[in-house]
């Protein structure tokens, strides 16, 4: 079985924006607000944190529950891990995931600013200091033998779509516009002298772009 380097469930804005500006301890997205973003997916009945019965079915129901399909290892960003720019200053600042973060995998943070290894739960957080593929190759040994999922942000997915290192990818673009902020694409247009792709609308709002490797 081909051990694959996967993009899921990553959310943009209708102009392309993967998260907004001045990110903050309390505003991981910047300007952007998160809970608009990603109603699609708190709305399904397989989203994890749902605290009662019910929820949406169909495509983004099944999108949601396959998020931690075969995945053996993530990697991000790492101001998905943290806001904090520069040398590491608080050892005991571990994240926004909480004591029980949801990846349940290794997780390898790309930083110029290495740290030790720690784990919360069945959780452990690597920080790597190198280029897409040390990262890569460093996940895939601790995957062993399941997929990669290259979890963000969208510098981080640019950075893997440039060096030509993904094979599948699921960007669900929000009808939200943010007018600036980190942008993922232009266009998805641009991915498609590399991949194939499904183009889905949903009843939610969103509209699921579903790429894989020519």
Do not use: C
């Not at 996940?139 to 510098?155: H, M, Y």
Request: hydrophobic share 40%.
């Amino acid at each position: 079985m081909t051990q694959l380097v996967k993009v899921q469930n990553f959310v943009v804005s209708r102009d392309g924006f993967g998260a907004g500006e001045d990110q903050t301890l309390d505003r991981p997205f910047g300007h952007a607000d998160p809970g608009t973003m990603f109603a699609w997916a708190g709305a399904t009945a397989s989203w994890p944190n749902r605290t009662d019965p019910g929820g949406t079915r169909g495509l983004d129901d099944y999108l949601t529950r396959d998020f931690a399909h075969n995945i053996g290892a993530e990697i991000m960003g790492a101001n998905k891990f943290s806001p904090h720019r520069g040398p590491w200053q608080n050892h005991d600042w571990q994240g926004w995931w909480g004591d029980e973060p949801p990846f349940h995998t290794p997780v390898f943070v790309l930083t110029h600013h290495e740290r030790p290894s720690f784990t919360l739960s069945d959780t452990t957080f690597h920080f790597v200091n190198g280029d897409p593929a040390d990262a890569l190759a460093l996940a895939k040994k601790a995957a062993q033998g399941k997929d990669v999922r290259i979890g963000g942000g969208a510098t981080t997915i640019r950075a893997f779509l440039d060096a030509d290192l993904i094979d599948t990818l699921h960007v669900a673009v929000s009808p939200v516009e943010l007018g600036h902020g980190v942008a993922l694409w232009k266009s998805p247009d641009e991915l498609l002298d590399r991949f194939h792709v499904d183009v889905v609308p949903s009843a939610s709002g969103v509209t699921h772009h579903l790429f894989w490797r020519k």
